[in-house]
């Protein structure tokens, strides 16, 4: 599944020119549909967790524990929960018992995590619990969006730098094909200085997990 965590309109508005990407700008449509593609992998990557919803199934060995935490969270949808009888490695060992929401268990979605309730005794064994659901996130949390954003709009910058365009007196553009990013008013020096800051802080919140994934729990 290819991530898609911004879209050329955003990349557009962060670089503050109005005229869209197309066939013959530099850089294209193409590109610009690649590098987001790209970007939102290397998030993924830097951060060793997906921010679109994702099917998961979880296959659990069972050790008398109430909450089970689930391996992705936020949940957003929990398709089945299923239970064998009998143990691994037994001949009538299989995960056909299916269990029912809000009486055998629930969930604590946001927390990612499933408590077993009063009406169902689990017995311990491995691979005993199995459930099936969609965890991440229906859409794109801002953070991630405007990282994913603001490293396509630096690739796209730098493509236009590299193709020679020579800046221009203060006050005009830098253009290269139909866009037009402008320097003194919108887009010069000292906002590239600060979009280069902006990616580093925000990939510094990424990798030092200060944008969560498993959020902390507040039901009690």
Aim: glycine share 6%.
């Amino acid at each position: 599944m290819v991530s898609a965590y911004t879209t050329a309109a955003l990349v557009m508005a962060e670089l503050s020119t109005s005229v869209a990407f197309g066939t013959g700008t530099v850089p294209t449509a193409d590109q610009i549909a690649t590098w987001i593609a790209e970007e939102s992998d290397t998030i993924d990557q830097l951060s060793g967790r997906i921010y679109t919803n994702t099917a998961y199934t979880d296959t659990i060995d069972y050790q008398g524990e109430e909450t089970i935490a689930l391996s992705h969270a936020p949940v957003l949808t929990v398709t089945s929960v299923l239970y064998s009888t009998s143990a691994l490695g037994t001949s009538t060992y299989a995960l056909s018992d299916t269990k029912t929401a809000d009486t055998d268990y629930t969930v604590y979605l946001d927390e990612g995590e499933l408590v077993i309730l009063p009406n169902w005794a689990p017995t311990d064994g491995r691979k005993r619990i199995q459930v099936n659901y969609t965890a991440g996130y229906s859409t794109t949390p801002l953070p991630i969006q405007k990282l994913a954003t603001k490293k396509v709009a630096k690739r796209t910058v730098d493509t236009i730098m590299e193709k020679s365009v020579k800046e221009q007196t203060s006050g005009k553009s830098i253009s290269v094909g139909s866009v037009s990013v402008v320097k003194a008013a919108d887009f010069g020096v000292s906002q590239y200085t600060t979009l280069k800051s902006d990616i580093n802080e925000l990939e510094n919140q990424l990798i030092n997990g200060t944008s969560v994934y498993r959020l902390a729990s507040h039901r009690y």
